[in-house]
């Protein structure tokens, strides 16, 4: 019998894995109202709390009185606009780059930057827990995919040498892991890819305006920023726009704008996006920058701290990224409903996203949270974990 789209939801939905979105009304704050309950969000990736900062509004009205809503094309037609060109220098100022690339998302930029690199005969070394994009862009390239355990520095120099090539090489790792809050081992991914003649690239989404000096990401803040040769970042999260970007050599940039198919196939980002993220680089850059970092900081040690003390097992780390390992999918979605009624959302994370057995709460902070929030939201979780006997 054939499969039918009702069989194959029963199916997911038997599993624990049916998905639904959540009403978020109003703006994307620290407080918010979803599915209409005021909640604590404790699941957005708006680290700085950009999403609704004036600086970056007030750019985004601008730019639409005086350039209209729609860049009305790809960026190789008549797509590319004054507002596209001074993001991409502003990027390569602040990453201190030779050169910069903006994408429509963070997904649409590894999905073509990697087929533009590589195709059949290239191999790419991939983290076995990097983030689901990036394993589209490897698929997509038709290039060899050789899987590393995650940051696993010695299995990988095993790897490249069993798995030689007379085509190019890759190394490609996420910055700052998205489910686990952990960093990727970049000053020795740098070693080897230097000792190799391969390429490395960065998926520093959720390290862009948050790790290093004025914000410019994992590999600075491990002293390797000259190192990696392909720095991908969003705007989407911290930097409380939307779209992404590469920061790369001048070469590599030529070749992406005649390689790279999600570029070349897309109309460009829209006016009042393209000035957002404008004011939002500028914005990271700036003494106000430095004192949100430093806030999402304490938070995050504070909220690390308290969950660690109550007796929750979390992993190594110092990122604004904490999860609290779960276990099933059924558990994880329940521990999620409960905190919902108690006005704190943290969702739910379960396969694919994760690997079967390690579905979880994924907490993420932001530099606009009050200590107040940080202590109520500690202790409503370790209320419910008590009451579900996780603790």
């Known amino acids: ?43 957005s990736n708006n680290y700085l709390g950009l999403a609704d900062h004036p600086a970056l509004a007030t750019a985004a009205t601008a730019a639409i009185r005086e350039y209209g809503t729609s860049s009305g094309a790809s ?32 997904h649409a930029a590894n999905t073509g930057i990697i087929p533009a690199l590589v195709g059949r005969g290239d191999v790419v070394f991939s983290d076995r827990l990097n983030h689901a994009s990036i394993i589209d862009g490897i698929l997509l390239s038709g290039a060899r995919l050789v899987r590393y355990p995650h940051n696993d520095i ?34 020795g991914l740098v070693e080897l890819a230097r000792s190799a003649g391969a390429l490395l690239m960065v998926d520093d989404a959720h390290g862009s305006a948050v790790m290093g000096e004025q914000g410019r990401g994992s590999a600075e ?24 970007y590469a920061a790369v050599s001048e070469q590599l940039r030529r070749l992406l704008v005649n390689r790279c198919r999600s570029f070349i196939f897309s109309t460009s980002l829209p006016p009042a ?16 920058g430095d004192q949100l970092r430093q806030r999402l900081a304490t ?40 905190l919902l009624t108690e006005g704190i959302f943290a969702q ?7 690997p079967e057995g390690t579905s979880r709460l994924r907490f993420t902070l932001m530099a606009t949270m009050a200590d107040a929030d940080i202590a109520d939201a500690t202790a409503c979780i370790c209320q419910v974990g008590r009451r579900r006997g996780v603790l």
């Open 1 to 43: 019998m054939a499969r039918t789209i009702e069989n194959e939801l029963a199916e997911i939905e038997s599993r624990g894995l049916l998905r639904r979105t959540r009403l978020i009304e109003g703006r994307q704050g620290t407080h918010v109202n979803c599915d209409g309950r005021e909640v604590l969000l404790l699941c």
């Open 75 to 106: 960026r190789l037609v008549s797509g590319t606009m004054a507002l596209h060109e001074q993001l991409e220098q502003a990027v390569a100022r602040w990453k201190q780059s030779e050169a910069a690339l903006i994408f429509n998302s963070g």
């Open 154 to 187: 010695v299995r990988l120099a095993r790897l490249m040498e069993q798995h030689q090539t007379s085509g190019r090489v890759l190394i490609v790792s996420d910055g700052v892991f998205s489910m686990d809050g952990d960093l990727a081992p970049l000053p």
């Open 221 to 244: 803040f491990l002293g390797v920023r000259d190192g990696v040769d392909i720095q991908m970042g969003t705007f989407g999260k911290a930097l409380g726009s939307f779209g992404a």
């Open 273 to 288: 996006v393209l000035a957002a993220s404008l004011a939002a680089v500028e914005l990271v850059q700036s003494p106000e």
């Open 299 to 338: 938070n995050s040690a504070a909220f690390r701290r308290n969950l660690a003390a109550a007796g929750f097992v979390i992993p190594d780390g110092s990122t604004h990224i904490v999860p609290i390992v779960l276990g099933s999918a059924g558990g994880t979605m329940g521990f999620c409903e409960e």
């Open 348 to 354: 739910g994370i379960r396969p694919p996203t994760v």
